[in-house]
């Protein structure tokens, strides 16, 4: 059964590092068949694709996001990270880790962590 | 970006009932890649459909999707108490995916 488990601070203070890790377990991080994404959803409001990663550690950024994000793949540790600099009140929200099934030039979700809330606020 | 509507906004139902979910792109998704999801509070989002109208692993036969190229519909033939929910699709035939904002199945 494969299961995901994010952890990291719940509160960040306005304009420092979000800093999320995603632990994964029942499969290999270093396979080849999925990606590795985050998705995030402000209290009563929708999802919000990140990025994701592949076990090379290429790659993927929503627009949006793209300039303040970074994701990282531990393989050793069967984990991958999210980075999201220069945080504002608007980033919060709670994030979620998934699974990426590889489909076209996306994929979709097929496994998620139970999601943590993160604050921003001072 | 591919943008999605989703209609309704709240669906209300009692159980039984025949749910009919809608999900409109802004332009072609190609090879429907398309998955819907469900919702409940407190809770991740769990996988329903994908590839437009594949069920995943466990998933009842009352949920199917249907549809094509820009119009898509997930369909609940008989309401359990356990799918009143949020529901959300995604598209995943471009570069960046993007999900709808969700339709909301309450009791009537």
């Known amino acids: 059964q494969v299961q995901l488990q994010e952890s990291g601070p719940g509160l960040v203070k306005p304009s420092q590092t979000l800093s999320l890790t995603c632990t994964v377990s029942?499969?290999?991080?270093?396979?080849?068949?999925?990606?590795w994404s985050w998705i995030r959803q402000p209290a009563g409001k929708g999802l919000e694709w990140i990025g994701h990663?592949?076990?090379?550690?290429?790659?993927k950024y929503s627009p949006s996001l793209e300039s303040r994000v970074t994701i990282s793949i531990d393989t050793s540790k069967n984990q991958f990270s999210l980075k999201l600099n220069s945080v504002t009140a608007s980033d919060t929200a709670i994030y979620y880790c998934?699974?990426?099934?590889?489909?076209?030039?996306?994929?979709?979700?097929?496994?998620w962590g139970p999601g943590t809330l993160v604050t921003v606020s001072s | 970006e591919i943008v999605l509507t989703q209609s309704p906004g709240t669906l209300s139902l009692s159980p039984g009932e025949r749910a009919t979910l809608s999900c409109r792109a802004s332009?072609?998704?190609?090879?429907?890649?398309l998955a819907w999801y469900q919702q409940k509070p407190g809770q991740a989002p769990r996988l329903l459909i994908y590839?437009?109208?594949s069920r995943a692993a466990g998933i009842p036969d009352r949920f199917s999707g249907s549809g094509s190229v820009t119009d898509f519909t997930l369909t609940i033939s008989r309401l359990e108490p356990e799918d009143f929910a949020l529901y959300y699709c995604?598209?995943?035939?471009?570069?960046?995916?993007?999900f709808g904002p969700g339709t909301r199945v309450d009791f009537k």
């Open positions: 998934a699974r990426v099934y590889k489909g076209g030039p996306m994929g979709y979700f097929d496994y």
């Open positions: 029942g499969n290999s991080i270093s396979s080849g068949s999925f990606y």
């Open positions: 990663i592949y076990s090379s550690g290429t790659t």
């Open positions: 332009q072609s998704v190609s090879s429907n890649y």
């Open positions: 590839g437009a109208s």
């Open positions: 995604q598209q995943y035939g471009s570069s960046s995916c993007t």
